[in-house]
């Protein structure tokens, strides 16, 4: 361990931003970690799995999910990140993006594709129940909307860039006040009138809004000053939001609520989203600091190193705990309601467990991020036919 430190540090070019990279790899393990808190599984009369929240009976952890829903952070240091390599860039911009698109892109076809090809092995051959497998299909896919998202967020970089050169800190909040808008018509007194898909239009700007923090904090056009308004602002937002308007204290979907913050994004969502941009970037050189140590700096390289696997694989792991305990019945804090203080005690045990059976996994599933340079044409179109229909079985459409 001690040579693989050593060789980590070594190897660690001197202009590194080392915060930039702590923080992209906080936000990375707070997916796996709030997946694996806050999700837990139900067994049928029939052994099938499915979906429960302890988030259903204890309403009062919602606040586990502020701390744990980081995708903010990930956008912001993304866009930053973004900017630098586009700066760097020594071809077209069209191939910077189609090199950053295929990085994204390489990891979900590997994961849907191997995906596809499990099903049918593990219900014919190991007798897994259709509907456990449905419940399967929708973890898997769960995280992966984040990608998509993403991807179109990466392909919008250059606008970006334009919009921070000419408006600073402000390119932002365009994005901020299209997604209120919407919230006022979807959630105000006329929104029995309003159509159900309207809460779409808030996907991108949604999202973009991070992103696009992190693009004028790489052109240098945030700074402390800024940072300030960020954190307070939007923690007077936040708590403005939860409080004089009704929006659910949770950060993520509960099974049962009619309203969600994450699916589409509400304006609690970058209100949140500004609240830990202004603090990260607060905290940039303090965490660049403590991240100048050796051993405390190898682990992220090595979660960086391992994102896309991190995200595509967590749940799977999951589920490689789950499916085989659901033969026995009820294993606490695996498979039962998740209806006591016990579960979840419990659940914290399997943490873990879940841990290592991911990087089990993923030293396999980590050669789907490198280039296929070995990978023909036909075996590419036959895992793109595999990951389509492990997509439309997932969406429930098989």
Known sequence: MNRLVERIEARTPAHRDRAVDGLRALALLAVPTGHWLLGGF???????????????????????SWVLQMLGIFF????????????????????????????????????????AVLLPLLHFGGGVPVDTLRTASTLVVQPLWFVGVYTVVTA?????????RRLGAWAAAPL?????????LRYGPHADAVPSWLGLLTILPGWLFAYQLGVSWGEGRIGRRHAWALLVGGAA???????????????????????????????????????????????????????????????????????????CWHQTAMLAAA????????????????????????????????????VAVGRYARAFESPWTRTGPGRRALAGVLAAGFAVFALGMG
Not at 83 to 96: H, K, Q
Not at 156 to 164: K, Y
Not at 176 to 184: I, K, R
């Open 76 to 115: 912001l240091v993304g866009g930053y990140a973004s900017v630098l390599s586009y700066r760097r860039r020594t071809g077209s911009t069209r191939a910077w993006l189609g090199g950053r698109l295929a990085r994204l892109g390489r990891p979900v076809l590997g994961v849907t594709a191997v995906w």
């Open 176 to 184: 901020l006040g299209s997604v209120a808008v919407v919230d006022l």
């Open 42 to 64: 139900t067994l049928s009369g029939d052994g099938a799995l499915h979906n429960a929240s302890p988030l259903s009976a204890f309403p009062g952890l919602a606040p586990v």
């Open 156 to 164: 919008l970089t250059p606008l970006c860039v334009r919009a921070a």
């Open 323 to 358: 499916v085989p305990a659901s033969y026995a019945g009820e294993v606490a804090g695996l498979v039962g309601a998740p209806d006591s203080a016990g579960w979840i005690l419990a659940r914290l045990a399997w943490m873990p467990v879940f841990a290592a059976l991911l």
């Open 237 to 311: 937002l936040f708590a403005t939001l939860l409080l004089a308007f009704g929006y659910p204290m949770s950060m993520v979907g509960v099974p049962g609520e009619a309203r969600t913050n994450s699916h589409p994004p509400s304006l609690l969502v970058l209100a949140l989203a500004a609240t830990q941009s202004g603090a990260a970037i607060l905290l940039r050189e303090r965490l660049g600091r403590l991240l100048a140590r050796p051993a405390l700096w190898a682990p992220v390289v090595v979660v960086n190193l391992s994102a896309m696997t991190v995200l």
